[in-house]
C-alpha cells in the first residue's frame, strides 16, 4: 500500500512539473447569488485529443478529482450559500470533485485550502513555492474531515470543448454552477442560504 502512494504522489509530482512546463490558463467565473458576490478560480486543462473517460480511470481510488489543474481552484462568497440542500456560510473553499465510475458527479467543497506546493516538490519554481495546490492522491485520509458540502451534479451533453470550463449563469437570485469539459457538462444550483 505505501509503495502504491508513493508511486501516486510521484505521478502527482511528475504531472505537476508537466503542467507548468506547459503554462495552464488560469479561468475565473462570477455571479451575483442573492445579493452576493460568488467566485471561482480555476486550471484549465486541455484535453489535447484524449478522451475524457480514459482520463478519468486514471483517477486514485477514491475517486476525487481536483476540479482544474495546478494551483488549487477555490470559491469564494461573500455570503452565505445553499448548495445540494446545505449551507455554505460565507468563505472561501477548494472545489473538488467527486466522479463516480458510473458517471455520477458531485461538486465538493473543502474548508482545506491546499498545500504549498514547495511542500509537495522541493523543485518548485520560487514564484509557485507557495501557492497552494490541490491535495493529489490522498483526499480521503488528509482533508475529507473538512468537507463542507458533497452535491450530486446533474449531466447533460456539451458543445464539444478541448479547455475544462467552470461557469457560473445567474438564473434570478440564484445561478447554475456548470463544469464542462469534452463533451459533456455537469450542474448544480447555487441559491442563497435562507
Known sequence: MKTRLA????LA???VAASLSAQTPRG???ADVGGHKVSVDYGRPALKGRDLDELLKSLPPDRMWRAGENQVTTLSTDGALEIGGK????????????????GEWSLVLNKD???PLG????QAPDNLKNEPWPHLGDYEKTIA???VVRAKMSRAKAAPADLFTISLTPKGTEADLTL??????????????E
Open 180 to 193: 464542462a469539459w469534452g463533451d459533456q457538462a455537469w450542474s448544480v444550483p447555487v441559491e442563497p442560504a
Open 119 to 122: 511542500e509537495m516538490w522541493d
Open 113 to 115: 485550502l491546499g498545500m
Open 87 to 102: 449551507t455554505v456560510p460565507a468563505g472561501k473553499y477548494s472545489v473538488y470533485v467527486h466522479a463516480g465510475e458510473g
Open 28 to 30: 475565473a467565473a462570477a
Open 7 to 10: 508511486s501516486l504522489t510521484g
Open 145 to 147: 474531515g473538512k468537507e
Open 13 to 15: 509530482v511528475v504531472a
